[in-house]
């Protein structure tokens, strides 16, 4: 397993080619490379030339830090066709970026609108359908997301739409902070509030479940809903924070066993990525806190 951090938090403070040094001081081996100005923006084409893409690669060196994988957000999945065939070219680009940067593994987002799921389905296959043949071509692994908010948010029907790909190249993230997106009801089927059916979620993705996020968030669904409130009442509005560990409701001990029971820490495609942005200004205490707190729990719960 790789452990890496997510340098989002540095982004205004450092310019890209700085990014591997800070992640090198604050400890960690590896970086994950997501949405950056200069490289793979949200949403649209990618800003990196061939010079641009070499020099990050010679930074990493220098530093001494790996890049984990690379994670693109683009409308692969939008139910307008105008901007899903534009998104699907900008992945082309963002494939051959990793590809030059020496990286095998990328992950994302289903993206899409969950008003429009069916839609948005229907899209993502179609996609599917043109970058597969080079995702499987380059040896690229694609480890998808169900984020809050993309047409499929519940983590056992991410696996359905996952499976339904029928590719080994394809795998499922589990984002910690979004637990209680994943298990849409399962507080009122009486489950933990503290993650709704996680177990249940990594237990059954198995060795399909190839890289996770750290982060903690609060259950929005506790208080009988009530914890946040937003006006008018019903706005389609999708709520979590990525907190340090111990700064919300997720239940850590369920997380990483769950972990260690489905083998995930000894596995050579493994990644856990450090992913807090909601403390900037503290940014370097935190990521120090979060890699020796992940490697607590590891050590703790390796071998299941």
């Given at each position: 397993m790789k452990v890496a951090l997510d340098p989002t938090p540095f982004h205004h403070d450092y310019s890209l080619l700085e990014l591997p040094g800070v992640v090198a001081e604050l400890g960690y081996e590896y970086l994950q490379l997501t949405p950056h100005v200069d490289m793979i923006p949200f949403f649209n084409h990618p800003k990196a030339d061939d010079a641009l893409v070499a020099k990050f690669r010679r930074a990493c060196d220098d530093a001494g830090v790996g890049i984990a994988s690379v994670l693109p957000v683009l409308r692969w999945s939008g139910p307008d066709e105008d901007a899903r065939e534009a998104a699907v070219r900008y992945w082309k680009r963002a494939i051959q970026i990793t590809v030059d940067l020496g990286v095998n593994v990328m992950n994302t987002e289903f993206s899409g609108r969950p008003e429009k799921a069916e839609e948005s389905e229907r899209a993502f296959y179609?996609?599917?359908?043109?970058?597969?043949?080079?995702?499987?071509?380059?040896?690229?692994?694609?480890?998808?997301?169900?984020h809050p908010d993309d047409f499929v948010e519940d983590g056992l029907a991410a696996l359905r739409v996952i499976r339904g790909v029928n590719s080994r190249n394809i795998g499922m993230v589990f984002v910690a902070c979004h637990s209680f997106h994943m298990a849409p009801g399962a507080e009122r089927a009486g489950q933990s509030s503290a993650g709704g059916n996680m177990r249940e979620i990594m237990t059954a993705a198995g060795d399909m479940l190839r890289l996770v996020h750290v982060a903690d968030t609060m259950d929005h669904h506790a208080s009988h809903g009530l914890r946040y409130i937003t006006n008018p009442p019903g706005n389609a509005v999708r709520v979590h924070q990525h907190l340090k560990i111990g700064d919300g409701d997720v239940d850590w001990d369920e997380f990483f066993s769950t972990l260690g029971e489905i083998g995930f820490y000894d596995r050579d495609d493994s990644v856990m990525v450090s992913s807090v942005f909601a403390e900037n200004e503290s940014a370097h205490e935190v990521s120090r806190y979060q890699l020796a707190t992940m490697n607590e729990y590891v050590n703790k719960y390796r071998g299941g």
């Open positions: 179609r996609s599917m359908e043109e970058l597969l043949p080079i995702i499987e071509r380059e040896g690229i692994d694609v480890r998808i997301d169900p």
